[in-house]
């Protein structure tokens, strides 16, 4: 069975610092991976989704970025963190029309 | 420009009795919905869907209605219990295989109160 993993679950850091969010994703092949963010009292936002390896298509311009190193790994980054990045960021995959997610990770930015 | 709106931010509901959520959404090429259930500091689970070619879609306690129309979907939990509480997030999709994305809306916090 598939199962997608996400970490860290929680994270502090200080305004200005780098950012790295991983996700990856076991028992499938070459699905197609998302990266959404959901902040305080608002709905989910798609950042960055991937339909094979080094392809990333950016919804929202920002100042994260995305990358896709392997197959089912798939990268969140930040040179600079914001305060308006925190928020609660969830990783998919997806192989046709449903969406699985991770378990998130709350990022808080101080 | 909001394609799926969830116009109410909070629902309660007294445990045994009927929920429903709505959504409504704007494009019209939209051809498959979702509903998913989120827990707070938890990932979305999906819940049950519905493709356009269909008006509703039954499973257990969970019923989805699509009024393609009206360009609205209802989800619809019989009877309500308290382990029911929690966002509930409609979404709608368009593409053809592994190109499709999901647009969601704001989500609905479902309150079942024992």
């Known amino acids: 069975s598939q199962t997608i993993h996400q970490w860290p679950a929680t994270l502090v850091q200080p305004v200005g610092s780098p950012l790295s969010l991983e996700c990856t994703v076991e028992?499938?092949?070459?699905?197609?991976l998302y990266w959404y963010r959901q902040a305080a009292g608002r709905g989910l936002q798609l950042l960055f989704y991937?339909?094979?390896?080094?392809?990333i298509s950016s919804e929202v311009p920002q100042n994260l970025s995305a990358s896709r190193p392997q197959d089912r790994q798939f990268i969140l980054s930040s040179k600079k963190l914001l305060l308006s990045d925190s928020g609660f960021y969830l990783c998919?995959?997806?192989?046709?029309?449903?969406?699985?997610f991770g378990s998130g990770t709350r990022l808080t930015v101080v | 420009d909001q394609q799926v709106k969830q116009n109410s931010p909070s629902l309660s509901v007294q445990e045994g009795r009927i929920s429903i959520l709505n959504c409504d959404y704007t494009?019209?090429?939209?051809?498959?919905f979702l509903w998913y259930k989120k827990y707070p500091a938890e990932g979305p689970t999906f819940l049950i869907s519905?493709?356009?070619?269909?008006d509703k879609n039954e499973d257990g306690r969970f019923t989805v209605f699509l009024n393609k129309s009206a360009k609205h979907l209802s989800l619809h939990i019989v009877p309500s219990q308290p382990g029911d509480s929690a966002v509930y997030f409609c979404?709608?999709?368009?593409?053809?295989?592994?190109?499709?994305?999901?647009?969601f809306g704001s989500g609905t916090q479902l309150t079942v109160l024992p």
């Open positions: 494009n019209s090429m939209f051809d498959y």
């Open positions: 028992g499938t092949s070459n699905p197609n």
């Open positions: 991937s339909v094979g390896i080094g392809q």
């Open positions: 979404a709608a999709s368009v593409g053809f295989g592994s190109a499709r994305q999901l647009t």
């Open positions: 998919a995959w997806s192989a046709s029309t449903v969406y699985t």
């Open positions: 519905i493709s356009s070619i269909k």
